[in-house]
């Protein structure tokens, strides 16, 4: 059914070397591209395909699982066509880089601000890219895998205290 989704087809139509993967799971279709031909394939869809809401961005941490370590996750919404379709790029951890999207949906911006600030995800040409979260002088991104868990330079949690 994904492969009949009239997005999926205007996408493979134009973009055919850059999407890697396309699955519909409980209606839900995703389209995983090249993180190089993300900002073309956001643009595309939201000026020819109506996708005008940026509804979300975030990340996954696939530490140890994957070939690439992150995967950018952006979660878009046609208002009016009532049609939501998820956009995933890969990262390798070796280059946790990725082109902005503020260049298409100006509200992108603090969504990629918050993925900065929790994985360490770097947004080029971003106009603003600094924590939005944790305080300035955090050290490390708490939602990467390898975080230890009661935070940096912390004594381990013992339980309830009395």
């Known amino acids: 059914m994904a492969e009949n989704?009239?997005?999926v087809v205007?996408?493979?139509e134009k973009f055919a070397e850059s999407i890697l993967d396309v699955t519909?799971?409980?209606?839900?279709v995703t389209v995983t591209v090249k993180k190089d031909g993300i900002i073309p394939v956001l643009?595309?869809?939201k000026q020819s395909l109506q996708y005008n809401l940026l509804t979300d961005v975030t990340a996954v941490d696939y530490l140890g699982k994957k070939e690439d370590r992150y995967m950018l996750v952006y979660q878009?919404?046609?208002i009016d066509n009532k049609d939501r379709l998820r956009i995933k790029a890969p990262l390798a951890e070796s280059d946790g880089r990725i082109q902005s999207a503020t260049q298409v949906?100006?509200?992108?911006?603090?969504?990629e601000r918050e993925v900065y600030d929790l994985f360490g995800i770097i947004f080029e040409n971003h106009p603003d890219l600094r924590r939005?979260?944790?305080t300035p002088d955090w050290v490390g991104h708490p939602l990467r895998k390898d975080y230890p868990l009661q935070g940096?330079?912390?004594e381990p949690y013992k339980g309830r205290l009395s």
């Open 132 to 134: 939005i979260l944790m």
């Open 10 to 12: 205007r996408l493979k």
């Open 5 to 7: 989704n009239r997005a």
């Open 152 to 154: 940096p330079d912390r």
């Open 76 to 78: 878009l919404f046609s």
């Open 43 to 45: 643009a595309f869809l």
């Open 105 to 111: 949906w100006r509200t992108a911006d603090w969504l």
């Open 24 to 28: 519909e799971f409980r209606g839900e």
